[in-house]
């Protein structure tokens, strides 16, 4: 049911303009509940570059949204990503153990303040 909702949305162009509009405001005004360094291409301090993975695959999601993009397209956008900053950088399985957990808890914290932010500031990209 939830993959012919998205598949319908992903359809309609004017939606998914919508959508694609509120996020990269999102990105624009910088208003995501997260450190400032997020939003810095380059960092010294490896930890803090970590931070900017989930943020990097935000936007090459967005990137790859587009009307009549297939959901498989963007699954596979995304699990490209895992395997780029997640699985290959992962030298042991308990450093890729790690990695992986670190990477979903800050996704899900990063997708929940995005979803909270268009929720209140812009309703319109809910379709």
């Known amino acids: 049911n939830s993959l012919q909702t998205v598949r319908a949305l992903l359809n309609n162009n004017s939606t998914v303009t919508v959508l694609r509009s509120g996020l990269h405001a999102i990105f624009s005004e910088k208003s995501l509940d997260v450190s ?3 939003f810095q ?5 490896p930890k803090k570059r970590q931070k900017n993975i989930q943020l990097k695959c935000l936007k090459n999601f967005i990137s ?3 009307s009549s993009t ?9 699990s490209s990503d895992l395997k780029t900053f997640v699985i290959k950088p992962s030298k042991s399985k308990e450093a890729f153990k790690e990695q992986a957990s670190d990477f979903m808890l ?19 990209s809910f379709g």
């Open 106 to 124: 800050k996704w899900n914290l990063l997708l929940s303040n995005v979803g909270k932010i268009l929720t209140i500031n812009r309703t319109d």
């Open 64 to 66: 790859s949204l587009t």
């Open 41 to 45: 291409e380059k960092f010294r301090n």
């Open 70 to 78: 297939d959901i498989r397209d963007l699954l596979s956008c995304l």
């Open 36 to 38: 400032k360094d997020l």
